[in-house]
């Protein structure tokens, strides 16, 4: 890793301020103190936290996913008449569901999907004729009818992954002990359609990596029609086996995990298609190499093609190939390629017109493209990215999307032509953080935002981004569980630094109202690492920040180059070089802060978590005596012991030159000097625990003092209503004494 030099950087900063909260505090309840309790007790302060918004398929109603006011882990199914405007809950979680223990594998797709602490209904799926409700709960499968009467649809010892209804209506389908079921609608019996296999073979699931990493979190593909059903065979013999103890309270419990580390083998994934009995199945031709990785896969709206996204081992190329589903059959149609690493994403769509929706970095930036019959159409263009697109309108020619046009600080629906022409149109108000979906028929949007004055919001809006309905308006009133809180509310100040190559770089302060001649104590939360995480963005403000600022920190984060949603030039500079540009630019952020009349330069504390736990051990390998203190947790400290595609994506071969020595935390651990609180979850099968142990056993040998904090039969996610108080507290607690110098 490079030395850092402070004056490489250009520390002026711009500042950029938000508008203060608007609502009526002359009726507000007796305002309290925070508390840790309180912010991870329920209701949670953020308000209403409805998830799995859907339009229904008759666009009668609205169904969303509610947590309860006494426990804001359960979710029930709810309904809200677009007539009316009444709720009511559908699926009570409690009273339909039996309490069952979940099946390890559903487990840790759950923990794949980062709900892992969720409880009741955590998924459902419309029938396409909007009469009924398809609701997994605790480990079976239920029908639930729009008058809330519910048909128990299985009840087995085995466990129901990834259930599915056909798109005409006819199927259900999941696999059950690695074996797809389908169960025709009319019927009761479910059969398995693929093959009884050896143990480490399953059909119909996504592999590990393509849960965690890929955005994919199935392996089956109806037809539209019913047709057909396109399947995954998953072979993870080939996967390493790695012996992960499961320590908890009262013992230890031992796990043989198939888990593909950096350049070792990952599963073999094959594609077949079948009819819905099982008969006439076919292999899809997806080349010779097996070494790839099956990306993503959609049906053409006529069911005579099937697409493949394959992506090749070193993540350079994008293959989009038409499968023809009765013989198997395959062609390239075109490739996306990268120097570096090519992006996946969710944004291919079929048109009834045979031609094709694309995604594509070519520009630099992700922008949407149009292709037919081998002609290209570009439809956005510019120094900023699209994200997601919402919804398309074939009929009218148009295609609605996300993305960051103004400023990388919000996120907005935008609506344009398919045929390239015309203007970009913004559909969502400025100074917030959107996010939308739209029903399969573009017919109308369901829009959620916030901003830092604001807790998420949810309503429904036409196809002009104009709004119709409040879902969940959220109101800062009276009768809001944050309004007790409010006086002490504090909006953040957002700026910009430059980096060592002219990168703009975003940060986000929170200050406590500041006292002339006062110097502070500032408290760093940082994530850094590429594909996620970042935390500089105009959204609601974590009721935790607000309650550290109480505590008299100031709270500062800053988005550094590697960071995502910025282009590929400032994203790529990561490549092979994890821990040196994104360290630089958090050392630019806290020498930014060290020279403002404010912030007292001595006390100064980083927390990450994850990729933001190894950065902060990169942090304080870099710059000895530079920061007073710093907490990491579930960090990576090998990134030999991390997963194929994440970890080769950014990195590569680790086969190939000595990138991975120099990315790790073990080969400088050395020079730890500084304060540190090492935190891990013992069961964690994501960043597993032998990370941690690795740099425990490199720093007792070496006689460095450092403390830690190590949670029994916790997983990545280590949290819980007394746990959560019990982790921040101790990080408080330990942060007080070394940074503050209280307690001593």
């Known amino acids: 890793m490079k030395p850092f030099a402070f004056a490489a950087l250009a520390l002026a900063a711009a500042a950029i301020t938000v508008p203060a909260i608007a609502q009526d505090r002359s009726a507000m309840p007796e305002q309290q103190p925070l508390t840790l309790e309180r912010i991870f007790g329920s209701p949670s302060l953020g308000g209403p936290s409805p998830r799995g918004l859907e339009l229904a398929p008759d666009g009668s109603m609205v169904t969303l996913l509610k947590n309860r006011a006494d426990d804001k882990e ?10 009316t405007g009444e709720q009511r809950m559908l699926v009570d979680s409690e009273q339909v569901g ?25 998924s459902y799926e419309w029938a396409p004729d909007a009469r009924s409700i398809l609701v997994p709960l605790d480990g079976d499968l239920y029908l639930a009818g729009r008058d809330g009467n519910v048909r128990r649809l299985t009840e087995t010892e085995e466990g129901e992954l990834n259930p599915a209804l056909s798109p005409g209506g006819g199927y259900l389908s999941f696999v059950r002990d690695g074996r797809l079921m389908v169960q025709p609608m009319a019927g009761t019996n479910a059969t398995a359609i693929t093959p009884d296999e050896p143990e480490g073979v399953e059909w119909g699931v996504a592999e590990f990596v393509a849960q965690e990493e890929m955005d994919r979190d199935t392996g089956q593909w109806w037809a539209p029609d019913d047709g057909r059903i396109a399947v995954a065979r998953v072979d993870n013999r080939p996967v390493g086996v790695v012996t992960r103890a499961a320590i908890g309270a009262e013992g230890t419990e031992v796990y043989d995990q198939r888990y593909p580390a950096a350049g070792t083998p990952n599963a073999i994934v094959r594609l077949y298609v079948m009819k819905p009995d099982g008969t006439e199945r076919v292999r899809v031709d997806l080349g010779e190499d097996e070494d790839i990785y099956l990306a993503r896969v959609a049906w053409a709206p006529d069911a005579k093609t099937l697409y493949v996204q394959r992506q090749n081992r070193s993540q350079t190329r994008i293959d989009l190939m038409a499968v023809d589903p009765a013989t198997g059959t395959s062609n390239v149609l075109f490739s996306e390629e990268q120097p570096r690493w090519t992006n996946l994403s969710d944004n291919f769509r079929a048109l009834e017109d045979g031609s094709l929706l694309w995604s594509s970095e070519r520009s630099g930036y992700n922008h949407l493209y149009r292709w037919q019959d081998g002609r290209w159409t570009q439809l956005t263009s510019g120094d900023w990215v699209v994200g997601s697109v919402i919804g398309l309108d074939e009929e009218q020619g148009l295609v609605w999307f996300t993305g960051n046009r103004e400023t990388p600080l919000e996120n907005h629906v935008y609506r344009t032509k398919l045929d390239g022409t015309g203007e970009i149109q913004r559909l969502t108000e400025a100074g917030w953080w959107n996010g939308a979906k739209m029903d399969d028929e573009a017919r109308a949007m369901l829009v959620y935002r916030s901003n830092p004055g604001q807790p998420p919001q949810t309503y429904l809006a036409d196809t002009d981004g104009r709004r119709t309905f409040w879902i969940s308006e959220n109101a800062l009133d009276a009768d809001h569980p944050y309004a ?13 630094l430059k980096a060592a190559d002219g990168s703009t770089l975003y940060y986000k302060l929170i200050s406590p109202a500041r006292e002339p001649g006062r110097k502070y104590p500032v408290f760093v939360q940082h994530y850094g690492g590429p594909g996620a995480g970042r935390q500089v963005t105009r959204t609601w403000t974590d009721p935790l920040q607000e309650y550290l600022v109480d505590q008299g920190w100031i709270v500062f984060s800053i988005d550094g180059r590697g960071s995502p949603d910025r282009g590929k030039a400032f994203e790529d500079q990561i490549y092979r070089a994890m821990g040196t540009v994104e360290v630089e630019d958090q050392l630019a952020g806290a020498q930014w802060l060290k020279s403002q009349p404010f912030v007292d330069p001595n006390r100064i504390a980083i927390y990450g978590w994850s990729y933001g736990g190894y950065m902060t051990q990169k942090l304080l390998e870099a710059a000895p005596g530079f920061y007073a203190a ?26 190939e030159g000595d990138a991975y020595r120099r990315a790790g935390t073990l080969a400088r651990s050395e020079n730890i000097a500084d304060p540190m609180l090492l935190i891990h979850g013992m069961a964690d099968d994501n960043v597993v625990f032998e990370n941690s142990t690795a740099l425990i056993a490199k720093l007792q040998a070496g006689g460095q003092p450092f403390e830690m904090q190590l949670y029994p039969g916790q997983t990545h996610r280590v949290g819980g209503p007394k746990i959560s108080v019990q982790l921040w507290k101790t990080i408080l607690n330990f942060l007080d004494r070394e940074v503050k110098g209280e307690g001593e």
């Open 98 to 122: 039996t309490g069952a223990e979940l099946s390890e594998a559903e487990k840790m797709q759950r923990e794949r999907a980062r709900i892992g602490g969720l409880k009741g209904i955590v």
């Open 630 to 655: 710093g907490v990491s947790g579930a960090p990576v400290t090998r990134w030999e012991l991390y997963d194929t595609h994440y970890t080769e994506r950014y990195m590569g071969d680790p086969a």
């Open 484 to 496: 007790p809180y409010l006086a002490s509310h504090r909006m953040p100040e957002f700026g910009t």
């Open 74 to 83: 359960r979710y029930d199914l709810w309904a809200m008449d677009l007539q």
